[in-house]
């Protein structure tokens, strides 16, 4: 009886694979315009030592066992767009041990044929350097949005179980992507918070005049800041449930809630008014670095009410209402999309309407990876599309040649 049933578990995997891959040879017919990597060159990035990848323009599928790499090259196409890692701040934590620099060069090209040749590269104790088409850009933050992207991870579940930060990052991030004005706010905000919050630290009492200075720029820029978050928030919740009910097929209801000290009243009054009490635990608690987005499962905290099934839908519905806001909203490139292990700990109808998504000709350049190398072996063979399937161990990846494609 277990044999009959892993049997039957296995054809089910297999034929909610055919789904995709039967929906991706329609997608592809009619591809809209977009940006695709043509090529990847990595050195020394986490435990990739070398990789020179000539890739599919439309799916990309990267088998390997937990921990063989294939996060780490996805987050290495991650950098190419955002110019440090999805997982590490640090940049050079991203070296491979005793190794002295990295590098990372990917070959991008339009549909139109142009192409575009993004590197980065840092050696250890210097700082890091980025081109475009071999001219180093003066501020990075001229790079962000030029190549939009999606990363969905198995890490996105500390979206709702972590702390407010991530959950600012997230909307910093896709806000970044189409609206430099933003990033712009954002900067001068953090660096005024940064400046009050030495002087709250002072041992002598700190100069008034200075203190005003510095919290007029923190509530000028965080005013943008909150109406630039709040449109953005406000835009995809619909598209966000409507994704998520594909998903669950209608069984719960969720939604997400905008929280900021914005919505007490003007901002200059909030942060000034708490002065006396920031003085004496020596930080702001109050401003937009506060802000925080709740996310809701049927009226009630997701974190304390979903089960992991409905947490990962959650998340996974929220970065593909993210993808679908960015096409939406930038007249630049449709964004990649990186789908990073997202199966696992979702139920097989889940799963199949997850496919009829990611499936539709919403999409471009999509790169999966996955730990059965069985099924996407077996599925991949009998279709008849632009695809590439590569093997990852212990950081090489390799192309499987075998597999004919068209």
Not at 118 to 134: A, W
Not at 233 to 252: A, D, M, N
Not at 302 to 310: A, I, L
Not at 363 to 388: C, S, V
């Amino acid at each position: 009886m277990q044999k009959r049933g892993k049997i039957t578990e296995n054809l089910a995997h297999i034929e909610i694979y055919s789904l995709l891959f039967l929906f991706l040879t329609i997608k592809h017919l009619t591809l809209h315009k977009n940006m695709f990597l043509k090529n990847i060159s990595i050195l020394h990035f986490k435990n990739i030592q070398s990789a020179n990848l000539a890739l599919s323009k439309n799916l990309n599928c990267f088998i390997g066992h937990n921990g063989a790499g294939k996060t780490n090259l996805l987050d290495a196409i991650y950098y190419l767009s955002f110019c440090r890692s999805f997982y590490n701040s640090i940049d050079s934590q991203v070296i491979s041990h005793d190794q002295e620099f990295f590098m990372i060069e990917g070959e991008y090209e339009t549909d139109n044929g142009e192409p575009e040749v993004i590197y980065c590269g840092m050696k250890r104790g210097t700082k890091k350097h980025f081109k475009r088409n071999k001219k180093e850009y003066k501020k990075l933050s001229q790079h962000i949005g030029f190549i939009p992207l999606v990363f969905v991870s198995p890490a996105d579940t500390y979206l709702i179980e972590g702390g407010s930060e991530e959950r600012r990052r997230l909307m910093d991030m896709v806000i970044s992507q189409y609206d430099i004005g933003y990033m712009e706010a954002l900067s001068n905000y953090n660096k005024a918070l940064q400046q009050r919050n030495a002087l709250l630290k002072m041992e002598d009492e700190p100069d008034v005049a200075l203190m005003e200075i510095w919290e007029n720029e923190m509530a000028t820029n965080g005013e943008i800041i909150y109406q630039k978050r709040d449109a953005f928030v406000q835009e995809l919740i619909p598209i966000f449930q409507s994704i998520y009910q594909q998903i669950s097929e209608q069984k719960e209801q969720v939604s997400l809630r905008y929280v900021s000290h914005c919505q007490r009243g003007p901002l200059l009054e909030v942060i000034q008014k708490d002065r006396f009490k920031d003085r004496a635990i020596g930080y702001s608690l109050h401003g937009t670095h506060r802000d925080d987005l709740e996310m809701l499962l049927d009226g009630y905290q997701m974190k304390r009410e979903g089960s992991q099934g409905q947490m990962k839908t959650f998340v996974l519905a929220l970065k593909l209402a993210q993808f679908d806001f960015l096409k939406r909203t930038t007249s630049r490139n449709t964004p990649l999309l990186l789908l990073d292990d997202i199966f696992d700990k979702l139920d097989a109808r889940r799963v199949e309407q997850i496919v009829h998504l990611v499936s539709g000709d919403n999409y471009g350049q999509i790169f999966i990876t996955d730990t059965n190398r069985d099924h996407l072996d077996k599925i991949l063979h009998r279709n008849a599309f632009d695809y590439k399937l590569f093997s990852v161990a212990n950081g090489n990846i390799e192309e499987r040649k075998e597999e004919n494609r068209v």
